[in-house]
């Protein structure tokens, strides 16, 4: 049975494998034979049809007669291939030889694709003509519109133009044997050659068009304003200079005999149309020209500012050598008393050096001004500098001089200071005395001590003579730094000494019962009466935590509230 079994299996998927492949190719065949009907009723001999109603002449006549054959060929000749090869390949399919079937549907496909290329070149050039037609006729009427207009400005406006009318007329002429030449390709069906007309003309009658736009007005510029604005010029320098202005550092009048000259040499750029050269050169004249008259008014500011400045600025040179040399006495008499730095210290003098200067910048300057052979812009410049340099010098001797009048103000703040502090470490001491506690720590005496000491050192250093008020607040920082120290630790032990007598008092209660309770308690307080505070509360607090945890806290916040209410 095995055997028999085994090839009817592979029979059957023989069968299966084989009516697969024939279902395949079958979709394959239906699907070309589809795309064949599609390319082949395509009305494409309707759309050649078209052209008809143009000139059927030269081009158009020629590409009617290559679109007709060219689809001629694809019906009757490729076609007919692909009607037989069709034919060819379901007889393989149905003889199984589907590899055979297979190249012939490849060769089915790439006549497929030639006819569908064809059809599709035929379209695209039949839209390009007819399209390039319908174009034409409408932006033909535009441009000669345009070119009437043009030709009517340029009749009515001939002297706006000037030199640049004949090249203008020229260009217009132009125009017309175009329109004349794309008239003769239109008749003659050349519509593709006469599309190419109508995109230069295009393209000219933009440039034309603008050269009608901008020609009048770099032709106004270069004949009336900017000669105009030149000789406006020369007027304001004539007069300027009469009034004793100097300006030869300008080089004014070798800059307009410049643009004289340069006016006839872009006229006749303009009269070639050359207007890429004139346009850009018309605005950097008119640039420049503008800024030579900001120059010829910075002129005349800077006299005006010379003119109110000058003298004043003797005057303010005077009155700060004047406070410089008191600034300069009244730091000699303030070294008897008090250390300046030396930076400080040098101040007056170099300021003396320093204004000696000035003044020989500014009798310079003003002998510059009274010859006016220099330019008032300059002579403004060096005034501002000089005014600049002499307030600079004013400011410092007002900080120094301040610095001198905080001297003494310092000094007597710091003698304040200093009785403020002995009285803190007074009633600090006093505090001690009086407080109900066996006796002072000697860690405490020496705290006092040294306190004392810092005191004794800020009132040496005010002793001295000069006196460094530097030295002085140094020390007087550490002294009250030493001071506020001491008086803290005094608060902080009485407070212990207050916390050590409440806990022991609690822990009186439970003596009797709690024999180490009690020892510990006598432990704390002989070192309580030896004066061992930090020792004493250690050992009592540890005591009577471990007797009763929390007990400490609650103590420790009823003294804390107790010394609160006493401050």
Known sequence: MEYIIIPIILLLILAIVGFMMRRKHVAIIAKLENEKLQIQHKPINEEISKVKSLNMNGETEEMFERWRNIWDEVIDVHMTKIDSLLFDAEDQINRLRFKKATLIEREIEDYILK?????????????????????????????????????????AHQHSFGVALPALEKKLEEFVEKFDKFDVLTNEGNYLQAREIVISLNQESQQTFEYINDVPTILTELQVKLPGAVQELRNGQREMEDQSYYLQH?????????YENEFTSLKNDLAEL???????????????????YDLLEKEVIAKNYVDQNCDRLLSSITNVITSTKSVSDEANYVQQSYHLNE?????????????????????????????????????????????????????????LSNTMKKLR???????????????????????????????????????LDEAAEHIYVVMQSLQEVPLNMGTVHNNLTAATLCVEDVKAKAHELIENVMLIERIIQYGNRHRAS?????????????????FRYSKALEEAGTA????????????????????????
């Not at 070149?121 to 345009?146: A, D, F, P, T, V």
């Not at 471990?546 to 401050?567: D, H, T, Y």
């Open 115 to 155: 006819c569908d290329q064809d059809k599709d070149k035929i379209l695209e050039e039949l839209n390009e003509l007819i399209g390039s037609e319908e174009k034409n006729r409408i932006e033909i009427e535009q441009l000669k519109e345009y070119y009437r207009s043009a030709r009517k400005t340029l009749l």
């Open 250 to 258: 300008l080089e004014l009048a070798e800059a307009l005999n410049k």
């Open 274 to 292: 050359n207007l890429m050269v004139v346009k850009p050169r018309v605005t950097e004249i008119n640039e420049e020209i503008d800024h030579f």
């Open 343 to 399: 930076k400080d210290a040098e101040i007056p003098k170099a300021a003396l050096k320093q204004l000696e200067a000035l003044q020989r910048r500014y009798d310079l300057l003003a002998m510059r001004v009274k010859e006016e052979k220099s330019a008032y812009s300059s002579l403004q410049e060096e005034l501002i500098e000089i005014s600049e340099e002499l307030e600079r010098i004013h400011e410092e001797q007002g900080h």
């Open 409 to 447: 103000i310092d000094e007597n703040k710091a003698r304040a200071q200093v009785e403020n502090l002995k009285k803190i470490l007074q009633d600090t001491d006093r505090l001690l005395n009086k407080a109900n506690i066996p006796g002072v720590p000697e860690e405490m005496d020496a705290r």
């Open 514 to 530: 709690n024999p180490t309770l009690n020892a510990r308690l006598k432990e704390a307080e002989e070192a309580f009466h030896q």
């Open 544 to 567: 009577v935590e471990e007797m009763e945890p929390g007990a400490l806290k609650r103590i420790q916040e009823m003294v804390a509230e107790q010394s609160m209410a006493k401050n």
